[in-house]
Every structure is written in C-alpha cells, then in structure tokens.
C-alpha cells in the first residue's frame, strides 16, 4: 500500500533511503536548499516509489503569475508520478500559486530541466540526467513545456569567426585584458566568477538571487576537475567583466576513455554596449586554448534556446542534446 509521507527533517529519510529503483538523493540538500515541503511516496512502510521538494515562499518571479516550484523529484513510474505531481499540484494551489514549475531544485542556480531528446553521445560531466520516461510522466499529469535548452558540440576546435580579429582588437584598446585563471588568488577569482554571474543572469528567465558562500560551494566542489589555462577572466582596469568556465569531460576517463573533449559551462559578461563581442571572443579563446591542449572537441552546455550563448554556439557547433522545463496552470 502508497502513501504520502511529510519529510520535515533530513532524519526523516532515514527509514526511505536506500532506494535502488530511484536516483540517489542527499538529506543535506533539505537543509541546504531550504524547500518549504518535502514529500516522499511510500510503499510497505520501506520502499520509496516517488519524491518531490516544492518551495512556494522564496520562488523567481513570472509576470501574471504566482509561482510554485517542484523539485527532487523522482519517481519509479507513472503512476507513483502521477499521484506525488497531483499531490504536490495541491499543495502548491493551497498556498496561493497560479503555476507550478518543474523540475527545478528551488532555482536555476542549481540542478533542473529534463533530457527531452537524450541523441547520440553519452552523458558529459555535470551534466544532469533522468530516466527517459519522466517527461512523459510530467506531460500525464497534466505540464507541458514551458522552456527549452539545449546542449552542442563542436568537433573541428580549428573553426574560426572571422570578425574576432576586429573584436579582439577593439577590446584591447579598451583595455580589457583577458587571462586565465589564477590558482595563487582563487578566492579573488571565484567572487569575481560570482559578481559577473549575479549581473550577467539577473534577466534571465526565472533568474532569483543566490547566495554568494551557495555560489561558491558549488564551485569549489568541482575545482579537483579543473584546469585553470581553461578558465578565461576578463578584466578592465582589473574590475572583473566577463568569464568562461571551462573544465575537460570528467566522464570520459570514467567510461575508461582518454579525455578529448572539454565543456564550455558559462561564459558570462556584464551588459555593457563597450563589451559587445566579449562573449564571442571568450568562446573563440577557449577553442584554441583547448585545441593547443590537445583537445579536439567542446560541448557547449545547457543553453536556453533564446539566450545569446546559444547564438554564439551557432558558428561552431551542431545540437547533440535537447532539455526542457515543464509548467501547469494551478489555476480553476
């Protein structure tokens, strides 16, 4: 027999961890991510068909309405989807929301979207994952997309945008140096990293705050993967104005494969007119750093299908990977 069980405390899932049917899932993340209710389906008082975080006090902002977002979630199957998604659809309307949004752990700072169209290649390095059937759950239950994004590759890092050369100059004779990242300043380069993020991001789609020390523990677990000749910083008159992060495909030496592609993260710039082609130009240096390297391919991750990032990938990259984010009226 199912039933919905109210987790208040990371103790709380003690007795409903240890489920191999279901991805892992950290306690500390209910303390970490804040989620006004966690909820956990049940089964035989031991097994855990289904979960699902909502938060509704702290959501980002959507004009017209009042959000309610869902997240850690997972379910087994369709029907443990489809009673925790009604369920916390419930939830979420008693509170006053008009639109539930998910899957999203809280915020777009960390884990959210789905694999719509999972292509050829395996997974990359940070890159997150779900079973295939979950998006069809979502669309049973009633979301529909409301998002898109996508992830490219280029395979020739040769590829070059001839309007660079000007760009690069321009930006020099400006001032603007561009540099890769220090290991003997790191914690000056990550509040950097952050100050960028926190201006860049701010109009983004369903962009909330985050919390600088948050930020920067995020950061910081990935550190042992990076390289820092792949972190671009860029600079004027030694005031942070752009970023590239980048970091080599960690999965592949997983896998038992030698390393020969490299993930381009975020590259991030502040919304100045001066700045026009920094973007680009962080993207084109991070190619031809990564190709002296003796890499030979980059994916260009996790890109909004309308974000400026995703027309720089245009010129050198072709699609492997297709996500979305999904949403359902709350309202009567």
């Not at 956990?40 to 909502?54: A, M």
């Not at 992060?245 to 030698?258: E, N, T, V, Y």
């Not at 991070?286 to 260009?300: D, F, K, S, V």
Request: proline share 8%.
């Amino acid at each position: 027999m199912e039933r919905l069980i109210a987790i208040k405390t990371p103790g709380d899932l003690e007795p409903w961890t240890g489920v191999p049917d279901l991805p892992p899932f950290d306690p500390g993340d209910l303390v970490r991510h804040a989620p006004d209710a966690h909820w956990v389906l049940g089964r035989n008082n031991r097994e855990t068909v289904g979960r699902c975080s909502l938060w509704w006090r702290r959501a980002p902002s959507v004009a017209g309405h009042r959000l309610g977002i869902l997240g850690h979630f997972a379910s087994r199957d369709g029907a443990a989807a489809r009673r925790l998604l009604a369920h916390a659809c419930q939830e979420l309307a008693a509170r006053g929301c008009t639109l539930a949004v998910g899957p999203m752990d809280g915020n777009t700072w960390r884990r959210y979207r789905l694999i719509t169209e999972r292509g050829s290649q395996p997974p990359f390095f940070l890159e997150p994952d779900n079973p295939d059937g979950w998006p069809q759950h979502l669309l049973e239950a009633g979301f529909t997309p409301l998002a898109h994004y996508s992830s490219a590759m280029s395979t020739d890092l040769s590829l070059q945008d001839p309007r660079m050369e000007q760009v690069a100059r321009r930006l020099a004779a400006q001032g603007v140096r561009i540099r890769p990242l220090d290991p003997q300043r790191l914690e000056d380069d990550l509040h950097s990293i952050y100050a960028v993020s926190r201006i860049s991001f701010q109009s983004s789609f369903l962009y909330a705050p985050v919390d600088e020390t948050e930020f920067i523990a995020q950061y910081r677990q990935i550190l042992p993967s990076v390289r820092p000749e792949l972190v671009l910083m860029a600079e004027l008159r030694d005031q942070p104005i752009g970023f590239l992060f980048a970091l080599p495909d960690a999965l592949q030496a997983r896998r038992g494969h030698s390393i020969d592609t490299v993930i381009l993260k975020t590259v991030a710039v502040l919304p100045e007119r001066a700045h026009a082609g920094l973007g680009n130009l962080l993207v084109a240096r991070g190619h031809e750093i990564a190709r002296n390297l003796g890499y030979t391919r980059a994916i260009h991750a996790l890109m909004h299908d309308t974000n400026g990032s995703r027309n720089i990938s245009r010129h050198y990259a072709h699609t492997i990977r297709r996500y979305a984010l999904f949403a359902r009226s709350l309202r009567p």
